[in-house]
Structure formats: C-alpha cells, structure tokens
C-alpha cells in the first residue's frame, strides 16, 4: 500500500493594518466619547428606571443603531470576512475601556442620571458592544441600490 504525503498549508492571515487599526481605535473612541457626552446631556430622559417604556424602546433602538453604525464602517473601509471580524473587536475596545472607567464613577462622570439607572447604563452599554461585535461577524445580505438584488454572501 502507497503512503500519501501530506502537507500542511497555513495561509498567512491578512490582517488590519496599523494604520488601520489607529483608525479604527480612534473611530471607536470617538464614537464612546459622543455617546458618554449624549447621555451625561439626556441620560436622565431616556434611562429613567420610572419610565419603563422609553428605557425599553432605548434598548431596542440601539441594535439596529449600532448594525448599522458598524457595517458602515465596514462598508466604508472596504472588510469584509476576518478583517470584518478584526475590525469589530478594534472598533470596540477603546469604548470598553472608557465606559469601565465611567461606569465605576457613574454618579460623577453622570450626574444627571439617578444612581439605580446604572445597570440599565450598563446593560445598554453591554448591548451595544455585543452588537458591534456579531455585526462583525454576521454579514446582512442587504439589497443591492443599483439593482435590486440581494448581496452575494
């Protein structure tokens, strides 16, 4: 009996540039930075534990808010597959850090916003990031503009 010879292949992974992975760092600090000052502006209006309803339709808001956020910025820098993936875990850290440390001094760094808004401050932080992530790795098929048709996948 013949032995086959087999070889194992490794392609060398692809991945962001550094260039590319500052701007995406600065992206995401941004993007952190903009949505601390929104919700140290109107935290108080749309976390209050009183209101259920608008606390609720936050929440749900912010999925497809921020699955659209992130797949625009994929789009607009051209990932797709593992940097898409990359991307999403580049695009996010800065925002993690940032919200550890405001979360840990909610009652100062959110004045406006009453100590019990804290975990749904952050449980809707934890959403976000979670979202940003699977859009990272879930491509949508969406609808080419041009023709109509559905995106290959």
């Known amino acids: 009996m013949a032995r086959m ?4 292949r490794t392609v060398p992974a692809r991945g962001l540039t550094f260039d ?12 952190a930075l903009v949505a601390g000052v929104v919700f140290r502006v109107v935290g108080h209006l749309v976390l209050d534990p009183s209101n ?18 992130a797949a625009g910025i ?6 797709t597959d593992g940097a898409r993936r990359e991307a999403a875990a580049v695009l996010v850290v800065p925002g993690m850090l940032v919200d550890a440390a405001s979360t840990a001094l909610f009652q100062v760094v959110y004045p406006n916003m009453v100590v019990s808004a804290a975990g749904l401050f ?5 959403l976000a990031y979670a979202t940003i992530l699977v859009a990272g790795f879930v491509e949508l098929p969406l609808g080419n503009r041009k023709t109509g048709a559905a995106a290959e996948p």
């Open 5 to 8: 010879a087999t070889e194992s």
């Open 20 to 31: 590319e992975s500052r701007l995406l760092l600065g992206l995401g600090l941004s993007i």
């Open 122 to 126: 952050g449980g809707l932080l934890l």
């Open 74 to 79: 994929f789009r607009w820098r051209g990932h």
């Open 52 to 69: 259920p309803a608008v606390v609720a339709a936050v929440f749900v808001v912010t999925v497809p808010t921020m699955w659209v956020l």
